[in-house]
């Protein structure tokens, strides 16, 4: 029936020839005499394990500001109202300190000269 060392039909008629075999079974990675166990993820490695519920409140208050801001058009108005307000009183303090180095280059121009 068969014959040989590897039971019914498939078996080889010598051991050493078996054992070649074997070994070159063993160093074909892609023979699955012994294929990896699945990968099963651990357990508590969900979707949702690690969520910072802190940093999803302040990106949703953010982002509800944000959609806030380009859809009122009233917020907007206020917003540049107050840049624009920002943006002058920078100027001013500009011009106010130019004026304070011209004040103290001619003090010092003065005592030398």
Same mark, same amino acid.
């Given at each position: 029936?068969? @014959? @040989?060392? *590897?039971?019914?039909? *498939?078996?080889?008629?010598?051991?050493?020839?078996?054992?070649?075999?074997?070994?070159?079974?063993? !160093?074909?990675?892609?023979?699955?005499?012994?294929?990896?166990? !699945?990968?099963?993820?651990?357990? *508590? !490695? *969900?979707?949702?394990?690690g969520f910072d519920t802190a940093n999803f409140v302040k990106g949703a208050l953010i982002g509800a500001a944000g959609a806030y801001l380009l859809t009122n058009e009233n917020a907007q108005k206020t917003i540049f109202k107050m840049i624009a307000k920002a943006t002058t009183l920078f100027q001013a303090g500009i011009e106010e300190m130019k004026e304070r180095y011209e004040d103290a280059k001619a003090e010092i121009e003065e005592e030398n000269g």
């Open positions: 029936m068969g @014959g @040989g060392y *590897g039971g019914a039909g *498939g078996g080889y008629a010598n051991p050493l020839a078996r054992a070649a075999a074997m070994q070159n079974a063993a !160093s074909n990675p892609y023979y699955a005499a012994n294929p990896a166990p !699945s990968q099963t993820p651990p357990v *508590g !490695s *969900g979707l949702l394990d």
